[in-house]
């Protein structure tokens, strides 16, 4: 399902951020289509992706399927940097896992766009959940 040369790289740029003294804050999921962006999970559901559509993926009873695709962050959070050996859950390069590039949910009512109940109620399940793998590290949700 990942694609170990890309995960490869990363190990490698993990690796050069910590030996010049950087952090890192990788983002676990873009809003956008590029590069796959949410579009793509979507797809995967059998819904279309674009605006207004795009707001399913964060409603747990219109894409089930894109909560639980979501959570297979877990598979990076527990995955060992092959050049340190260190776990990126336990590596201190990282700064903060950012849970979306720019996520929206909007076009859906008033009232979402006032209160954000749905978007708010997402950020908080997944932000556990990584935080429940992860303590460890911050997290951010870039608007």
Request: with cysteine; glycine share 6%; net charge negative.
């Amino acid at each position: 399902m990942y694609n170990e040369q890309q995960f490869a790289q990363f190990d490698y740029i993990t690796e050069s951020a910590r030996t010049h003294g950087l952090r890192l804050m990788p983002v676990c999921e873009n809003y956008w289509e590029a590069y796959g962006g949410i579009d793509t999970r979507l797809r995967w559901e059998g819904l279309s992706g674009g605006q207004p559509a795009r707001a399913a993926f964060f409603d747990n009873k219109r894409c089930p399927g894109c909560f639980t695709s979501y959570k297979n962050v877990s598979y990076a959070l527990n995955r060992t940097n092959h050049h340190s050996g260190v776990k990126y859950k336990d590596d201190p390069t990282i700064f903060a896992w950012d849970l979306m590039n720019e996520p929206r949910y909007e076009a859906q009512s008033l009232e979402e766009d006032i209160e954000g109940t749905t978007l708010r109620a997402w950020v908080d399940e997944m932000g556990a959940f990584i935080k429940k793998i992860d303590p460890n590290h911050l997290l951010v949700i870039q608007p």
